[in-house]
């Protein structure tokens, strides 16, 4: 596995740090329930029609996320650890139409509970980048931003505050 020397090394990492205010139970079940999943993964603008997740080190994640313009961005995934509710870890990447690897990107997400909110720790490694990942890589920081913008109004809507 390498990553393309055309992706620059500021994108092959990245690291957010988010707090939400919900306890750290709730915000995990959020990452770990498909229902939950689908109502916040994805940047703005975005929806996740189908959300397969089988929550358990070795578990299968397949994802398809439809884009403003009806297109389709299907991904898959494995989960690597998982310490509930402290840390969860996954891989996961996009195929070409040949089957093989376009990218494939390591997430880690650490929940630390401060005074009934969590703080949610993301560090995403890219693993496997061919050059022509340049464009989604590019957006990696923004994509994920704007889903922990629509996790942010999941919460407070199924929180009610």
Excluded: Y
Aim: net charge negative.
């Amino acid at each position: 596995m390498t990553v393309s020397a055309a992706i620059p090394e500021r994108l092959r990492r990245l690291s957010i740090v988010r707090t939400f205010d919900a306890p750290r139970a709730l915000v995990w079940k959020m990452w770990t329930d498909p229902a939950h999943v689908a109502a916040w993964w994805g940047p703005e603008h975005f929806t996740t029609p189908e959300v397969r997740m089988d929550v358990r080190p070795g578990g299968a994640i397949h994802m398809v996320m439809r884009g403003p313009d009806g297109a389709d961005f299907p991904f898959d995934g494995r989960f690597t650890a998982i310490e509930e509710p402290e840390r969860l870890v996954m891989r996961t990447w996009v195929r070409r139409e040949d089957g093989s690897t376009w990218f494939e990107v390591e997430q880690s997400f650490r929940f630390e509970e401060i005074d009934g909110q969590t703080r949610l720790h993301l560090d995403a490694v890219v693993i496997e980048a061919g050059e022509d990942a340049l464009g989604p890589l590019s957006g990696m920081e923004a994509g994920w931003t704007q889903s922990l913008d629509k996790l942010k109004a999941h919460v407070l809507a199924v929180t009610g505050d």
